[in-house]
């Protein structure tokens, strides 16, 4: 797998209705955390700030956000409708990106790490 050098380079290798999502949720990310701190880890987006907000990334028929385990535990029954995983939820392209959600999982992931001491989760 190759890695981008940064954000908006990975979005170009995408079409643009993928690059829309993917917009869309980076934006909701930082409307939420706007000293979030943007970068490539694991080869895809990740937003970072005092420990892991969040990685996405594009497949062919969905977004993949990863949030960690905990917030996929605390908001289960708002993600029900979505195939997931331990630490991860796939958003289909063919649908509207949640962003209420994506804004209410981000406030969470930054509300954990205020209460713990800053590491990189």
Do not use: C
């Not at 170009?12 to 690059?19: D, Y």
């Amino acid at each position: 797998m190759r890695t981008p050098k940064d954000v908006e380079e990975y979005f170009t290798w995408f079409p643009q209705t993928t690059q829309d999502a993917m917009s869309q949720v980076k934006d909701v990310i930082l409307k939420v955390v706007p000293q979030a701190e943007e970068s490539i880890s694991y080869s895809i987006p990740t937003y970072k700030y005092k420990g892991l907000l969040a990685h996405f990334a594009a497949y062919e028929n969905h977004v993949g956000f990863y949030p960690g385990s905990l917030a996929v535990e605390v908001f289960a029954a708002d993600i029900a409708g979505y195939k997931s995983a331990k630490g991860s939820v796939q958003f289909p392209l063919n649908k509207a990106m949640p962003l209420d959600l994506i804004a209410r999982i981000a406030e969470f992931r930054l509300n954990e790490n205020l209460k713990e001491p800053t590491k990189t989760k």
